[in-house]
C-alpha cells in the first residue's frame, strides 16, 4: 500500500500540476494539507479518480485546509475535523481524522498541519496523541509540521509513533523548498501495527515544481 504526504499549497501552481505529480505517485491514500477551495479540491479528487474527505462548511468560522483521499478498493468509512485548542484564530489548526477500509480491513488516518510556533506545535501534538489513544487498531498520522527532526513537536510523535524516513528513507528526506529542498519539515508517522517497507520523496519536474514541498512517498503493509 502506498501513501502520499503532500502540502499542496492551495493548488497555486494549478490542479493539472498537482495532479499530474498524483498520477505518477499513484497512492492509494493521499493527505494533504493547504488543500485549498473545495471545488478546487473537489476537481483534484476527480482528476486523479479518488474520494476526498474534508473539514465540513462551518459559515462562521475560517477553515482548516486538510483533506484525507483514498483510491479504491479503499473508501472513507468515516471522517471528522477536530480543530485544536487555542489555535491562532485567523489561521486555525486541526486535525482531520478520517476511518479508511477494503474488505478485512480497516486504518485509521489523520493529516494534520502545524503552526510556526513551536510552543504551539507542541501543545497540539500532545492534544493529538491524547486523541489518536481512542482509535482501534493502525493509525498513521502525517503532514506538515513546519519544524525538522528532534524539535520538540516531531520528537514528541517519534517517541510514540514510527517516523517512516528514521525507518526506510532514501537520503535526507527533504522537502522543502521543493525546487532545492534543505529541510525535512513533512512526515508519516505509524503505529506499531504497520510495517513500513520504503519511504522516499519524488524527484520528478513536476514535484519541483507544483508546490513549495515535495510528498513524502511510503510503501507499507498492515499487518494482520
Known amino acids: 500500500m502506498r501513501v502520499v504526504v503532500y502540502n499542496v499549497r492551495g493548488f497555486r501552481a494549478g490542479v493539472d500540476r498537482v495532479a499530474e505529480v ?8 493521499l493527505l494533504l494539507q493547504e488543500s485549498g477551495g473545495r ?4 476537481r483534484f479528487a476527480r482528476e486523479v479518480r479518488m474520494d476526498a474527505a474534508a473539514d465540513p462548511r462551518t459559515p462562521l468560522r475560517r477553515r482548516v485546509k486538510i483533506a484525507v483521499l483514498v483510491r479504491s478498493p479503499w473508501r472513507i468509512v468515516s471522517h471528522r475535523l477536530h480543530r485544536f485548542e487555542r489555535s491562532r484564530p485567523f489561521y486555525p489548526r486541526g486535525a482531520l481524522i478520517a476511518q479508511v477500509g477494503r ?6 488516518v489523520v493529516s494534520i498541519h502545524l503552526g510556526l510556533a513551536p510552543v504551539e506545535r507542541r501543545r497540539h501534538v500532545e492534544e493529538l496523541t491524547d486523541l489518536a489513544r481512542g482509535l482501534a487498531g493502525p493509525v498513521l498520522i502525517g503532514g506538515d509540521l513546519n519544524e525538522l527532526p528532534g524539535k520538540r513537536a516531531a520528537a ?15 537520503g535526507d528526506g527533504a522537502t522543502f ?10 512526515f508519516l508517522f505509524a503505529s506499531e501495527q504497520v510495517s513500513v517497507r520504503a519511504a522516499s520523496t519524488a524527484n520528478s519536474g513536476a514535484a519541483r ?8 512517498v511510503v510503501d507499507l503493509s498492515i499487518e494482520d
Do not use: F, M, N, Q
Open 39 to 42: 471545488r478546487a479540491l473537489k
Open 103 to 108: 474488505a478485512g480491513r480497516r486504518l485509521w
Open 22 to 29: 498524483a498520477d505518477e505517485l499513484r497512492p492509494d491514500i
Open 209 to 216: 515544481t507544483a508546490s513549495d514541498h515535495r510528498p513524502v
Open 156 to 170: 514528541w510523535l517519534a517517541d510514540r509513533y514510527w517516523d517512516a524516513w528514521d525507518k526506510a528513507g532514501e
Open 177 to 186: 523548498p521543493a525546487a532545492d529542498p534543505t529541510a525535512r519539515i513533512d
